[in-house]
C-alpha cells in the first residue's frame, strides 16, 4: 500500500452554535477540527490506509487538540510542525436571509517550512494537494511550490483538489485561477466541484470544460454533483457515475471524504500509475467513492461523519 501525503491547512472551525444570527450576534462558538487536506488524511487513514498531513499549527492548545484529532483518528503526523505563530481559526454563522457569515484568521498554516529530506519519501507514492489556503502566500505556497517539482521528479502520482473558497478570494478569483491552472497541468488526478471546473475553465458546459482540463494535460478528472453522483472524465471517455441515496443532514466533508477513498482505493493497486490505463477499474473505484461521500453527509461534522472501511465496503 502506497503513502498518501495530505499537504496543506489543519484549523479551527469555530461555529456558531445558534443559526440565523450574523457573527456580530451569535453568543456561542462550538470548536471543530477542520481543513480539507486535514479531512482528505483522516479520510483515507479511516479507510485503513497510510494518510500523512503535512502542514503547520500553532505551538498552542489549539494547535495540540488538532494533532491529536488526526493521532485518533490514525493519521501519520510526524510530519506536522508547530509554529510559534498562532493556529489558524476561522469563524462561521448563518444569518437569518440563509448568507454565510465568515471571518477568516490566518495563523500558523502559512508559516509551514518547505522540508527537503522528504523529497524521496515521495517517490512511488502519492501527493495530494487540496489546500484551501495553499495559493494565499506565506511558506505554504512556497513549499507546495517545491513539493510539486519534487513528486514530479520522484515519479509521484499527483492528485489535485482547487478547493475554492470565495470568502477566501472574493475579487481575487483571477488570480485563483491562474495559480490553479498550474497544478492542474502537472496533476494525474484533478477532482472539482461542477462550480468549480465552470469557474477556472470559463465553461458553463461540463463536458465542455473537461475537455479543456484534458488539454491542460490532466488525465483523470471527477467532477462531484452531488446527489447526482460524479462525472468521470478521461481523454476518451465521459460517465457520470450515480451516488447512493441518503437523507443528508450535513454536506461538510464530503468531497474530502470521496477524494479521500478514491485515493486510498489507488494506493492499493500496486503502482498507483496504473488506473490511467483502467477505466473499468476507475469507475468501480469513484462508485464506491461516492458511497463514502454520501455517508459523510448523514452525520454532523466532517471528521466525526467519515466512514471507516466496513461501511463503505461491506454494505
Known amino acids: 500500500m502506497k503513502t498518501i501525503y495530505c499537504i496543506g491547512e489543519l484549523l479551527i472551525d469555530f461555529v456558531a ?4 444570527n450574523d457573527l456580530s450576534k451569535a453568543k456561542e462558538f462550538t470548536k471543530k477540527a477542520g481543513g480539507a487536506p486535514a479531512n482528505v488524511a483522516c479520510a483515507i487513514s479511516k479507510l485503513g490506509g497510510k494518510g500523512q498531513f503535512i502542514g503547520a499549527v500553532g505551538n498552542d492548545p489549539f494547535g495540540t487538540f488538532l494533532l491529536n484529532v488526526l493521532k485518533d483518528n490514525r493519521v501519520d503526523i510526524s510530519l506536522a510542525q508547530r509554529s510559534k505563530t498562532f493556529t489558524t481559526m476561522a469563524f462561521v454563522s448563518l444569518a437569518e436571509d440563509g448568507e454565510r457569515d465568515f471571518v477568516f484568521s490566518r495563523g500558523a498554516d502559512k508559516k509551514l517550512k518547505y522540508d527537503s529530506k522528504l523529497k524521496k519519501q515521495l517517490k512511488g507514492n502519492i501527493v495530494h494537494f487540496g489546500a484551501a489556503t495553499g495559493f494565499l502566500g506565506g ?5 507546495y511550490d517545491r513539493y510539486i517539482f519534487d513528486a ?3 515519479d509521484a502520482f499527483i492528485s489535485f483538489d482547487p478547493n475554492f473558497r470565495e470568502d477566501l478570494w472574493r475579487g481575487e478569483e483571477e488570480c485563483f485561477i491562474k495559480k490553479s491552472l498550474k497544478f492542474i497541468g502537472k496533476s494525474h488526478l484533478c477532482k472539482f466541484s461542477n462550480e468549480e471546473i465552470q469557474l477556472i475553465t470559463g465553461e458553463q458546459d461540463i463536458e465542455k470544460a473537461c475537455n479543456i482540463v484534458h488539454e491542460l494535460g490532466c488525465p483523470i478528472i471527477c467532477v ?3 446527489s447526482e453522483g460524479t462525472l468521470v472524465s478521461t481523454l476518451n471517455k465521459k460517465t457520470t457515475v450515480k451516488s447512493i441515496q441518503v437523507a443528508p443532514v450535513d454536506t ?3 468531497g474530502d471524504a470521496f477524494i479521500g477513498c478514491l485515493l486510498y482505493q489507488i494506493a492499493n493497486i500496486g503502482d498507483p500509475h496504473l488506473i490511467l490505463k483502467n477505466y473499468d477499474q476507475l469507475i468501480d473505484m469513484v462508485t464506491i467513492a461516492n458511497r463514502a461521500g454520501a455517508i459523510t453527509t448523514t452525520g454532523y461534522g ?3 461523519s467519515l466512514p471507516d472501511h466496513d461501511a463503505v465496503f461491506n454494505n
Do not use: V
Not at 17 to 20: A, D, E, R, T
Not at 139 to 143: C, F, K, N, Q, Y
Open 139 to 143: 511558506g505554504l505556497e512556497e513549499a
Open 224 to 226: 462531484t454533483l452531488g
Open 152 to 154: 514530479i521528479t520522484q
Open 17 to 20: 452554535i445558534k443559526q440565523g
Open 252 to 254: 461538510t466533508g464530503a
Open 302 to 304: 466532517a471528521i466525526p
